[in-house]
């Protein structure tokens, strides 16, 4: 089976666009932390899917460069929310407002 | 010579560093003998190097020392020029300084503090040697510089009082404003010259052009009347009687005050390059002479009245050097020196008897209290007014023969001046040893008391010399004496048409009618009154109201400008821009800080937001 490139980079789209909605519009640390996730990962996608139809290694080689900052991300991140959640009980970024001007 | 020459100049540096290093240790009696041995053995270091040259052939000699300043073209030797003009300063100045050293011993006993005072003094003598012995105008300057800075130590010695310290400070200022002349005179030398030394610039003289020769003269002539106190820079003199009678009469009165027509007279190969310049130089003298006179008149501090005198004598020097009668304005200098400190240290005599008292007002029938005072000071009031045979009649006659061979007008100011001269010494002579006695109140009913010797002992030897002072150049021998001696170093002028003996008569009885004239018109007027508003115009007493020109033109205007800069320029322009940058710093910080919601999902909108426009505007680009 040969699935079109086009197919894959509009997938790639949409769950780029469904992590930034994501983004935007949740309150939770967690869900927002999910939502970057997706959105590395589509970018992770159209990455592969460039590389297939060029026959180019770089671009695969780029995502394992994603995936592992991806993964520290997520560490320091987690690390992040535990504290904070441990603080005052509740994730959500809006109350986290101590450094506005 | 070498060595003569050397301890001439440095005695009195080594009296000053002697009492400056041994402290307080020393008594009073011991520090003043120092002072005035030192000077004393100056002076006769000073006939050993006249005799000296008079044995050498061209009577002209250097002294090297070390080099001091070698700085590309720049080579300034520290050198000491001995020839006949420099000789003759350092003789009449060591002289009469040791004398008024030994007056200082009596006049300053009690006084507080007696070791500053010769520690002052004998670095005067020493920085006056200085300059006139110096081989190059630059260690001349600093001799220069080192007069005006005793000159202000001194006239501020009583410096907890508030006249003496503004004195100071005045005529520490106006020297200033003279220095700037000397300076300048010295810039333009070398760049025409490139050399300091005198003998350098003498030989160069001649490829002075016209402009730059008068530009020099000219700032030679601010440099002299700065320090010789002369219009426009004269009214620093007068304060300056604030320090005690004996610095008045050293260094206002012989010695310093002659140190600008000494500067003009050594120059005398550059300004016969300049007759404009001379000129002004003459009208500069000649106008003084005559103004101070008239100011002298009205005066009722018998310092005061003296030290005005003093600047109408000096005038009458400048003007003999405006009219090329250099070795007329030195022989009045030397006679001027003799009466000058004669008259300052009998009125110190006068002043010490009476307790402190300087107003003539409540002196008066004092001869036969001052025994010796008072014969003195006859003397000294005899020559200053030029009365044949004493050394002003001669001096001064010197002078006028020669301004009447260039310049009838300034003749005519002269012998007024000459006139006028006569009348307010005379004035000052009956005052303060004829009439009543009007002291009683001021010695509280006791008689005054003569002054001892050490005080009278200077003024016998002055009174000598000021009836002798005549004999070092008279009319009939010029050549064989003081205008002979100095001859080979003064600057070359022309000569109008010298007098025929018949006009020097004349002359010589024009002078003495003057003398006369004024003494019987001061004799007529003040031998029974002691003040009277007719004779004593406010106009004169306020000096012409010359320090209030100054003050409306330079110092009020100065001052508005200082307090407009405090009250205006520095609170709100200087102030007004560091702070104005600090407020628009902090409004535009406060509008800024609200795009810092704290919210994060607000910062991810915007570089959503962000990120939009820049795929736009670079989709836009490739299309």
Known sequence: MNVPAAWYLVLAALLFGVGAFGLLTRRSALIMFMCLELMLNAVNLTFVTFSRSLSDIAGQASVFFVMVVAAAEVTVGLGIVVAVFRQRASTSVDELSELKG | ?623
Request: proline share 4%; aromatic share 12%.
């Open chain 2, 1 to 623: 010579m070498a060595p003569v020459a050397t301890l001439i100049l440095l005695l009195p540096l080594v009296g000053f560093l002697w009492v400056l290093m041994m402290g307080t240790s020393l008594k009073e009696r011991v520090i003043g003998v120092a002072a005035t041995g030192v000077v004393a053995l100056s002076f006769v270091l000073s006939v050993v190097a006249f005799f000296l040259l008079l044995r050498h052939s061209d009577r002209e000699m250097t002294v090297h020392l070390f080099n001091w300043i070698s700085v590309g073209t720049l080579n300034v030797p520290a050198a000491l020029l001995v020839d006949p003009l420099s000789i003759t300063m350092c003789l009449f100045v060591t002289g009469i300084s040791a004398l008024i050293h030994l007056y200082s011993i009596g006049y300053m006993k009690g006084e507080k503090d007696v070791r500053k005072f010769f520690l002052y003094l004998n670095l005067f003598v020493f920085s006056m040697l200085l300059l006139v012995l110096a081989n190059n105008l630059l260690v001349t300057f600093v001799g220069w510089e080192g007069v005006g800075v005793c000159s202000y130590w001194l006239v501020s010695y009583y410096f907890y009082r508030d006249s003496a310290a503004s004195a100071g400070k005045k005529a520490f200022l106006y020297n200033r404003v003279g220095d700037i002349g000397l300076l300048v005179a010295m810039f333009l030398l070398f760049h025409a010259t490139h050399t300091l030394t005198y003998l350098g610039v003498f030989h160069a003289a001649g490829t002075l052009s016209p402009t730059v020769a008068t530009l020099t003269v000219l700032a030679l002539l601010l440099a002299a009347t700065g320090k010789s106190a002369q219009i426009p820079l004269f009214n620093w003199l007068p304060d300056a009687m604030e320090g005690p009678t004996p610095v008045s009469a050293l260094i206002h009165a012989a010695t310093m005050v002659t140190a600008g027509v000494y500067l003009l007279v050594r120059m005398s190969p550059v300004l016969a390059m300049s007759p404009d310049g001379r000129a002004t130089i003459a009208v500069i003298g000649g106008v003084t002479a005559f103004v101070a006179a008239t100011i002298a008149t009205s005066q009722k501090d018998i310092k005061k009245v003296l030290a005005f005198s003093t600047v109408s004598q000096i005038g009458y020097m400048v003007l003999a050097v405006g009219v090329g009668a250099y070795s007329a304005a030195i022989f009045l200098m030397i006679a001027h020196a003799f009466f000058k400190a004669l008259l300052f240290l009998g009125s110190g005599s006068v002043i010490h008897s009476l307790g402190g008292e300087q107003d003539l007002r409540k002196m008066g029938g004092l001869a036969k209290y001052l025994p010796l005072t008072f014969p003195t000071f006859l003397i000294g009031w005899l020559t200053i007014s030029g009365v044949p045979p004493f050394a002003g009649f001669f001096a001064k006659g010197d002078v006028l023969t020669n301004v009447f061979e260039h310049n009838k007008p300034l003749w005519v100011l002269g012998v007024v001046t000459a006139i006028l001269t006569a009348y307010y010494m005379s004035r000052l002579f009956v005052l303060t040893f004829r009439g009543t006695e009007r002291f009683r109140e001021v010695t509280h009913g006791h008689d005054p008391h003569e002054s001892p010797w050490v005080m009278t002992l200077p003024l016998v030897v002055l009174a000598v010399l000021s009836v002798l002072g005549g004999l070092l150049d008279l009319p009939w021998a010029h050549g064989r004496s003081l205008a002979g001696f100095l001859a080979p170093v003064l600057g070359y002028v022309p000569r109008v048409a010298a007098a025929s003996t018949g006009a020097q008569w004349g002359l010589a009885a024009v002078d003495v009618a003057a003398a006369v004239f004024g003494l019987l018109a001061a004799f007529s007027i003040w031998k029974d009154i002691t003040e009277s508003s007719r004779y004593e115009s406010s106009f004169l007493e306020h000096v012409w109201h010359w320090d209030d020109l100054y003050d409306a033109t330079i110092g009020r205007p100065l001052t508005e400008a200082a307090v407009f800069s405090d009250e205006v320029l520095e609170p709100q322009v200087i102030d007004g821009a560091v702070t104005g940058v600090a407020v628009a710093t902090r409004n535009s910080a406060e509008g800024l800080r609200k795009l810092q919601s704290g919210f994060a999902r607000q910062y991810a909108l915007a570089m959503v937001l962000g990120f939009a426009v820049i795929i736009v505007y670079l989709v836009a680009r490739v299309h």
